[in-house]
Nanobody, 127 residues
């Protein structure tokens, strides 16, 4: 059974930083393109960032460009979302997602493109 296990959420003040981690069990990370999504209270889940299987391609939603960085360490079987200059509007449950792919440069932008999901990690940005 494949699971994605997230860690690193928490409470941070505006302007602060957090790093989320996600590690698959039952599957090696190198076989997956990875993405991060988030869902704020009362809102639909939205795309945040994605990284290709080989790590050479990344994509971000406009609201996090320049502040968030997605990266992966296939040797450690872990994908990261480094979040800087956090704002109250970044408050949400963050989900990592994995997509099976035969292409090193592929990444997905839509939920339906992903096969596996983590349980979610709460990120709260508040003073």
């Amino acid at each position: 059974q494949v699971q994605l296990v997230e860690s690193g959420g928490g409470l941070v003040q505006p302007g602060g930083s957090l790093r989320l981690s996600c590690a698959p069990s039952g599957l090696t990370l190198s076989s997956l393109a990875m993405g991060w999504f988030r869902q704020a209270p009362g809102k639909e889940r939205e795309f945040v960032a994605a990284i290709s299987k080989g790590g050479g391609n990344t994509f971000y939603t406009d609201s996090v460009k320049g502040r968030f960085t997605i990266s992966r360490d296939n040797a450690k079987n872990t994908v990261y979302l480094q979040m800087l200059s956090l704002k109250p509007e970044d408050t949400a449950v963050y989900y990592c997602a994995g997509a099976r792919s035969n292409y090193d440069n592929y990444y997905g932008l839509k939920e339906y493109e992903y096969d596996y999901w983590g349980q979610g990690a709460q990120v709260t940005v508040s003073s």
